[in-house]
């Protein structure tokens, strides 16, 4: 098996940042906050190989002496080694940001040896608090744990743009509770393309996302919708459909709730630490209860009526369709119930409330891995 590397970088990562950027005096030391709890539980509990990488400007030189360096250093190193954690590598590049040179980081000539077939750098990260650790993390092609403190240090020294290093950053946060939690739990991503005579549909879905959606599926109302889904639900959700919209609405919107309920367990997969359960809502004069269970057998109750034959373009029809399909896609109980005057809130709190259920059932604790089933599977 290829070996996951987290390359973790040491001034303003593992211990703060000083305002003169050289930490060569104990009473300059400060830990960082939680990185012995979380970065001892990444060593303890994870399988990835830890290695630090770190600019110290001129060590060796008149204005950075090596002898005030390594007792610093050496502490740094023994203290998280008495809580477990221990540095497979230690690559330290001495020079100045003017030498340009290409051992310094976002320069990758320290690296050499992890770009081989024993390395998945794919599914590595670079930790730090700089965008040239992010920019290091591009050049490795691995993805960057960003800890943003504001400071803006090394942007003078990105050779792309901010904006082209949007795309590395897998997280930004400067809560190594958090990092430990996003590397546990790992982001839950799928997609799936479904291609019939009547459909032509392209799903993404991150169940782990912010709440960021791109929808197109020909009916402006359904696309309302399921935006209802990625922003309550907060999951990112790309939906692309083409769909034989000069018949009429039925194959779209159906073969878009079966291809969404089969992403949706392909994203779940072993289903591992989710609290499988999950909502209650009132929108204005409309009340809505979506409760669902992602146990691997499908069925619906529904209990809503709709008075109107459409809202916006969209057959009242089918969303008791649309919700059966994505049952039989998803292979989850929904039980949905919806009560109130005005046709277009009623459908949209029964949205929102299915978005809310299915936030709650996907949740994980990082700390209570297990399947949440007395049968042993779901």
């Known amino acids: ?45 994870l ?34 080694e008495n809580e477990g954690v221990v540095f497979d590598k230690i690559f330290l590049d001495r020079t100045f940001p003017h030498e340009n040179a290409p051992t310094r980081k976002p320069g990758t000539a320290l690296l050499t040896e992890y770009f081989t077939e024993a390395y998945d750098l794919e599914n590595s990260y670079v930790i730090g608090d700089r965008l040239t650790d992010i920019e290091l993390a591009k050049n490795l092609g691995a993805k960057g744990i960003f800890i943003n403190d504001n400071t803006n240090l090394g942007t003078a020294e990105i050779n792309v743009s901010q904006k082209e ?29 479904r291609e ?45 459909v083409k769909g034989d919209l000069e018949v009429d609405e039925h194959h779209t919107i159906e073969d878009t709730a079966i291809a969404l309920g089969e992403v949706f367990a392909k994203a779940l997969g072993n289903k591992l630490g989710i609290e499988r359960y999950g909502f209650c809502l009132p929108m204005d004069d409309c009340l809505a209860q979506a409760a669902i269970d ?26 008791y369709h649309f919700f059966k399909s994505f049952t039989d896609g998803a292979k989850a109980n929904l039980n949905i119930k919806a009560e109130g005057n005005n046709e ?30 007395t049968k042993g599977m779901l």
């Not at 509770?177 to 790992?186: A, N, P, S």
């Not at 209990?303 to 034959?309: D, H, S």
């Not at 978005?355 to 994980?364: C, L, N, Q």
């Open 47 to 80: 399988d990835y190989e830890l290695v630090m990488i770190t600019n110290q400007d001129g060590l060796g030189t008149d204005s950075f002496p090596e002898d005030t360096f390594w007792p610093v250093h050496n502490f740094v190193l023994k203290a998280f």
């Open 1 to 45: 098996m290829k070996k996951k590397v987290l390359f973790i970088d040491r001034d303003g990562t593992i211990i703060k940042e000083t305002v003169d950027e050289q930490i060569d005096a104990f009473e300059k030391m400060i830990f960082y906050p939680k990185a012995f709890t979380y970065l001892g539980k990444i060593a303890q509990e």
């Open 196 to 240: 019939t005579n009547e459909t032509d549909i392209e799903i993404q879905l991150n169940l782990d996302g912010t709440g960021k959606s791109e929808i197109s599926t020909g009916l402006a109302f359904f696309d309302h919708m399921l935006d209802q889904i990625a922003r309550h639900g907060q999951m990112d959700l790309k939906i692309n």
């Open 344 to 373: 277009h809130h009623k459908i949209e709190a029964i949205f929102k409330a299915f978005a809310k259920a299915i936030k709650v059932a996907v949740k994980r604790d990082p700390e209570k891995m297990i399947l949440p089933s």
């Open 294 to 319: 992602f146990g691997g057998r499908n069925w619906l109750v529904w209990e809503a009526e709709f008075t109107r034959e459409m809202i916006g373009k969209m057959p009242t029809e089918m969303f």
């Open 165 to 193: 290093l949007d795309s590395v950053i897998a997280i930004e946060t400067n809560d190594w509770q958090k990092i430990y939690e996003f590397l546990k739990l790992k982001e839950r991503s799928a997609e799936i393309i």
